[in-house]
């Protein structure tokens, strides 16, 4: 199922911009920071990236039916998003651009400053404002956590730390954050980044 969160279509300069659920608010807060009233969203469960097979499929599915409702310039607010390439393939076939980068975390901390700091990524779990805000409804339960934390260890033994790359200056998730690395035993760093590479490329997307 998609969610359009915009009607832009009428506009010549309509946009259609396929995006991955997780990142909706973050999309729609550079949407209308800047006025890009012709960029049509539509949002794809964020679920989906507990099975990222199904994550080019279902973008296939959604170009296909931006193209049926007369869209012409369509744009991908996905990075490869564990689709091991796949999903690069799919846009070359469909002539249309993504987000460039491994993960949302990459292009929220910037994709060059993340690539810069690949060695310490092994052992680091990786939190945005989504995630945090999400936790329980896309790790703990999902993984049964909360009726079996011995996996706890299993899951989080080779983690050393939570890095939460913030997107917006809010205590709320920041103790959230803290609760969360508490609870798997993992040391806690928050640095807020703000959006990062995804503005830029919304706004190349849009012509703006």
Known sequence: MTVSLTDATSSERAVTVIACGAIAREIGAVLA????AHVNLVCLPAM?????????PAVEAAIAAARARGCQQIFIAYADCGTGGGLDALCRREA???IPGPHCYAFFRGNERFAEEAEAHLTTFWLTDFLARQFDAFVTRPFKLDRHPE???MLFGNYERIVYLAQTDDPALDRKGQAIAARLGLTY???LVGYGDLTPSLLEAAGA
């Open 48 to 56: 989906l990236h507990n099975a990222p097979q199904k994550i080019v």
């Open 33 to 36: 920071a800047n006025r890009l």
């Open 96 to 98: 249309v651009a993504r």
């Open 151 to 153: 996996m706890v260890g």
């Open 189 to 191: 760093e928050r640095r």
